[in-house]
């Protein structure tokens, strides 16, 4: 399971992401400022967002109730210090799904995590994707040639991913660069145009059957 964690105390932040990792074995991006999360939670797919309410930048209510008015139909849980009624109705007439009140213990983070997850939020997630001779099982993220596995490694798969969930859309190597290496990764955005042509040779796509396209002087799409 996908998490998105925005939360701006360092602290607790840094705390939450490690325990849903380690005790709920989700994956999980943390974020720190508001006006990154609307463009994470689009972009990308996640399961569930866990949203603080006062965020810099934009403010967790005002990023929920814009999702919601955009189509957004993942499972969001507020995080606040806010505990009179008035302020959870706000929360939940904005699109919220869950609201937890600072402080809390991670186990019940945890255990409403659960909750949600076991209502259908989303369409279903489209278990083997098929572009052309490749099947892409994105459930247990392998990738098959025919009947013969290809070993791509984490990089090149999340970059692979990233271009089937966003087919058809332009990605710019800025959001690439973000999603798949973060910006304080040490590395230059020529890695980019590396991965990408490694993951082409590994896929067998030569220049007729090339479904990843590049877009001169943008980044890169996924055209079936």
């Not at 369409?123 to 099947?135: A, G, L, R």
């Not at 247990?140 to 596995?149: A, I, L, P, Q």
């Not at 087919?167 to 800025?174: I, M, T």
Request: aromatic share 8%; hydrophobic share 40%.
């Amino acid at each position: 399971m996908n998490i998105l964690l925005a939360e701006d105390d360092i602290r607790l932040g840094e705390l939450t992401a490690h325990l849903l990792k380690k005790k709920g074995g989700y994956n999980v991006e943390w974020l720190t400022e508001g006006n990154e999360v609307f463009s994470y939670a689009t972009v990308s797919h996640y399961d569930i967002l866990v949203l603080d309410w006062m965020l810099p930048g934009e403010e967790g209510v005002s990023i929920c109730r814009r999702l919601r008015e955009h189509g957004y139909s993942g499972a969001i849980i507020m995080l606040t210090a806010k505990d009179a009624l008035q302020d959870r109705i706000v929360g939940l007439d904005a699109g919220a799904d869950d609201y937890l009140v600072k402080p809390f213990e991670v186990d019940e983070l945890l255990a409403r995590i659960r909750a949600l997850s076991r209502r259908n939020f989303a369409p279903m997630q489209e278990e083997i994707v098929q572009i052309k001779h490749i099947s892409i099982n994105l459930i247990n993220r392998t990738v098959f040639n025919g009947e013969d596995e290809i070993q791509l490694t984490p990089r090149e798969y999340q970059l692979l991913d990233l271009f089937i969930r966003n087919k058809g859309q332009v990605l710019s190597r800025d959001i690439i660069f973000d999603r798949i290496w973060g910006y304080e990764a040490d590395v230059s955005m020529k890695t980019i145009d590396a991965t990408v042509k490694l993951l082409r040779k590994k896929l067998n796509l030569s220049s007729e059957n090339d479904i990843i396209q590049s877009v001169r002087g943008v980044g890169y799409k996924l055209e079936l």
